[in-house]
């Protein structure tokens, strides 16, 4: 049996959680998310708590934790929400918002548009072109901070692209004349 999954959740105020059968529903200020539990994983609320229990332990034991860590993660992103901020450096590479579109300008010849999912707000701040992302779901706000910065990774000589705010990127030395 999962240690992690063992630990009860706790529902905090303004947060509400239901079950039906395998479907967990998740509401709160922030959004509404849902959830299929795996087989043989069921949970059930008690106490302002919801508690994951495995049925019978077989090779499905596995994912008692991990029903466990995504109930608490909806829950988190319910009541506070996500969030990733990235970093745009280089000159002339630009961010911007236009209604549901990320408009990014890295270098190539054309405007790179990202079109942003439903659930997900995208501000950046112009004076040092720093994106904030923002949602509800952990997996989909990690997912498109890594779809943006995959556009222009970045690079070691001169640090130009998109990276995350707390990432540390190893400079190297360019060509050096021979002599």
């Given at each position: 049996?999962?240690?992690?999954?063992?630990?009860?959740?706790?529902?905090?105020?303004g947060?509400?959680?239901?079950?039906?059968?395998?479907?967990?529903?998740?509401?709160?200020?922030?959004?509404?998310?849902?959830?299929?539990?795996?087989?043989?994983?069921?949970?059930?609320?008690?106490?302002?708590?919801?508690?994951?229990?495995?049925?019978e332990?077989?090779?499905?034991?596995?994912?008692?934790?991990?029903?466990?860590?995504?109930?608490?993660?909806?829950?988190?992103?319910?009541?506070?929400?996500?969030?990733?901020?990235?970093?745009?450096?280089?000159?002339?590479?630009?961010?911007?918002?236009?209604?549901?579109?990320?408009?990014?300008?890295?270098?190539?010849?054309?405007i790179?548009?990202?079109?942003?999912?439903?659930?997900?707000?995208?501000?950046?701040?112009?004076?040092?072109?720093?994106?904030?992302?923002?949602?509800?779901?952990?997996?989909?706000v990690?997912?498109?901070?890594?779809?943006?910065?995959?556009?222009?990774?970045?690079?070691?000589?001169?640090?130009?692209?998109?990276?995350?705010?707390?990432?540390?990127?190893?400079?190297?030395?360019?060509?050096?004349?021979?002599?």
């Amino acid at each position: 049996m999962s240690r992690i999954g063992k630990q009860p959740v706790t529902i905090p105020s303004g947060v509400t959680v239901e079950i039906n059968g395998d479907l967990v529903k998740v509401s709160g200020s922030k959004g509404s998310l849902q959830y299929n539990l795996p087989e043989l994983v069921t949970a059930s609320v008690d106490n302002n708590e919801v508690v994951c229990t495995l049925n019978e332990k077989s090779e499905t034991s596995s994912k008692h934790g991990l029903a466990r860590t995504i109930i608490s993660n909806m829950i988190k992103g319910c009541a506070e929400g996500f969030k990733k901020t990235l970093e745009v450096h280089g000159v002339g590479y630009r961010a911007n918002v236009k209604g549901q579109e990320l408009e990014l300008s890295l270098g190539f010849s054309h405007i790179v548009k990202y079109p942003i999912p439903q659930g997900i707000t995208i501000e950046v701040d112009g004076k040092t072109n720093a994106m904030t992302i923002q949602g509800a779901d952990k997996h989909l706000v990690g997912q498109v901070a890594a779809e943006i910065r995959s556009f222009r990774k970045p690079e070691p000589y001169k640090g130009k692209g998109v990276k995350y705010d707390y990432e540390r990127i190893r400079r190297k030395a360019g060509k050096s004349a021979a002599g």
